[in-house]
């Protein structure tokens, strides 16, 4: 089978399409016939130095993905063959402290695909049958695989974390990219207020074609003015951020007091000022987030197909352009899911 592959650290020469033995299944798991997958920011890192993530080499890329179920155990009850699924990214060990808590999302052993095993970039992909779930109807493969990373992480930090209601206001940075954009298509969903910010002026035009209350041009103007202005003074009960250092400052003078500011990245710097005196006389909230358990992934899948939501495609490329799929996602350009057709 043909399946884009790691082949080193560093450099765009390290990912190759190669031919590779197609999985054999195990018992206890889901041999998958994969459709489309995503690229994530993880691939990215994965390409240019994978420092710090343990893997084999050469190893498959790719976190998230959509396909059909091609083989499983005979004693299933959940999936069938021919069934459209949806694979959920993280293989944790169900035996650590976190995962016996019910909170594998924790798991000091997680293992994520792409990262520590063989990824969702392949035409066959086999992993534990819990990490597979039905894909809510209505959505193409592509657009399957786009809920497995970003709109889980947003979710995540909306419901879990943040724990927004209906009648509060958001703040989400960066609209353009994956979990910002999941960020607005939720929490406009639920009900909230959603204010956006971008550099770019034909991003902020499209957010608000899709919803957005608001949009502050984050090149031109002084975002948490432009916020407090927006809010009556008041400030956003919620902030959805994962440029780190560069907004940090703006994030933090943008909440209401009380406010909470839920962080997933920090693709600019991930040291800025704490501002501490800030954090305890307005009592705000910093709480940081990475993806999300498999039950809130189901209760996601729930969500979308209940309310009709479809992730943003921005593009979708042949697994043989890989190169041109990850340069695309690279140069920032994209509004929305940078998508691999594995078909
Ligand atoms: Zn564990």
């Known amino acids: 089978m043909k399946a884009a592959c790691i082949t080193g650290h560093g450099g765009n020469e390290v990912v190759e399409v190669r031919d590779c033995a197609r999985p054999a299944r ?81 798991c000091v052993k997680m293992q994520y695909l792409g990262e520590h095993r063989n990824g969702t970039f392949a035409q066959w992909i086999s992993v534990p049958t819990s990490n597979v779930f039905p894909m809510p109807k209505g959505l ?39 979990v910002s954009l999941a960020a607005l298509q939720l929490a406009k969903t639920m009900g909230a207020k959603v204010i956006v910010t971008s550099r770019d002026e034909a991003k902020l035009q499209r957010a608000l074609q899709m919803g957005a209350d608001h949009g502050i041009h984050s090149g031109t103007q002084d975002v948490a003015k432009a916020v407090l202005a927006l809010t009556g003074g008041r400030g956003v009960d919620v902030v959805i951020e994962n440029v780190g250092a560069a907004v940090w400052s703006a994030a933090m003078k943008s909440l209401v007091r009380g406010g909470r500011l839920v962080t997933c990245g ?16 307005r009592q705000l909230q910093i709480l940081g987030s990475t993806l999300g358990d498999p039950s809130e992934f189901r209760d996601l899948l729930v969500f979308v197909e209940r309310h009709g939501i479809a992730p943003v495609i921005d593009s979708e490329f042949p697994l043989e352009r890989i190169h041109e799929a990850l340069n695309r996602l690279e140069s920032g350009q994209q509004f929305g899911k940078v998508g691999l057709d594995l078909e």
């Not at 690229?39 to 420092?51: E, H, I, K, P």
């Not at 299933?76 to 949806?86: N, Y």
């Open 26 to 106: 195990q018992a206890g798991e889901v041999l998958v016939r994969m459709h489309a997958a995503t690229l994530n920011q993880v691939d990215l890192y994965m390409r240019n130095s994978g420092a710090g993530i343990t893997h084999q080499l050469p190893q498959i890329m790719g976190v998230d993905g959509a396909g059909v179920v091609e083989e499983v155990d005979a004693a299933e009850s959940e999936l069938s063959v021919g069934q459209r699924v949806a694979v959920y990214p993280g293989v944790s060990c169900g035996r650590c402290e976190f995962c016996q808590r019910g909170e594998g999302v924790l």
């Open 140 to 178: 193409s493969f592509v657009q399957g695989a786009a809920l497995g990373v970003n709109h889980l992480t947003a979710w995540r930090m909306l419901c879990t974390k943040a724990q927004l209601k209906p009648w509060e206001t958001v703040l989400v940075f960066g609209i353009g990219g994956g």
């Open 266 to 281: 920090a693709t600019s710097g991930d040291q800025p000022p704490a501002d501490l005196r800030r954090i305890f006389i």
